[in-house]
């Protein structure tokens, strides 16, 4: 079984202030982790994924992402904010098991607000 | 390269009524999902299809919502009759490498 648990439906920045969007996830076997970035009226777009390696991941758009195994964690971050940031962030999680399908399942979002 | 193709885009129609959903994924990539995405929520999958098989299908409720993905490439998801409930976005994806790409979705108001 999976889950994910994203802190704070909604989260407001200033421009050129620090992003931090948060993420617990709960995963009986080790996990792959992602992030999808969802832009008004758009379907998601990959952000970042942790598969294997390095635990901090850079994406796309500045932003990267640190998994945390001993606290369950995968929190994004972007050290300044821009306006075209603002957009709602979905974290997700599937089992790292090789080989057939590997169920993905999805938080339930974090809308990020950019104040000028 | 040519993304997910979904139409249409918005579709406003009166409970009882039927609607189809059409989805066109990216050239080559075999594995193809519907995703629901109710407001302020995540996509929760209805089904996904390995070509043109639907290998899980357990989240599609059956009794009013149908798919089918003919050829293994285009897929159509219907719902008849339709509820106030089914009101969201349903979402396309085709995966490679465990990455998932969506389509812009197709919103649906159910009056």
Redesign the interface.
């Known amino acids: 079984a999976q889950s ?1 648990t994203q802190l704070g ?1 909604h989260v407001s920045v200033s421009e050129g202030a620090l992003v931090l969007l948060r993420c617990n996830y709960s995963s009986s076997v080790p996990p ?1 982790l ?1 992030w ?1 970035v969802q832009y008004p ?6 952000l970042l ?1 942790y ?1 294997t390696g390095a635990t901090l991941v850079k994406g796309i758009n500045g932003f990267e992402a640190e998994f945390k195994k001993s606290e369950t964690s995968f929190h994004l971050t972007k050290p300044s904010a821009h306006m075209s940031d603002a957009a709602e962030y ?1 974290c ?1 999680v ?1 089992p790292s098991n090789s080989g057939g ?4 399942t ?4 974090t809308k990020l607000q950019v104040i000028p | 390269e040519a993304g ?1 193709v979904q139409s249409p ?1 918005y579709k406003i129609i009166e409970k009882k009524q039927p609607v189809a959903f059409w989805c066109n994924p990216i050239s080559g990539h075999n ?1 193809l999902y519907w995703y629901r995405q109710n407001l ?6 209805l089904i ?1 299809y ?1 070509n043109e098989e639907a ?2 299908d357990s989240q599609l409720p059956k009794d009013r919502f149908s798919a089918e993905r003919l050829k293994g490439v285009d897929s159509t998801l219907k719902i008849q009759p339709a509820e106030l409930g089914d009101s969201a976005v349903y ?1 396309c ?1 085709s995966s490679s490498e ?8 197709s ?1 649906l108001t159910v009056l």
Do not use: W
């Open positions: 994910v439906s792959y992602f999808y009226n758009q379907g998601l777009q990959l994924k598969t979905f997700a599937s399908y590997q169920k993905v999805f938080g339930t979002g | 997910v885009r594995t302020g929520q995540g996509p929760e999958l996904r390995e290998v899980d979402l994806a465990r990455e998932l790409f969506f389509g812009e979705g919103r």
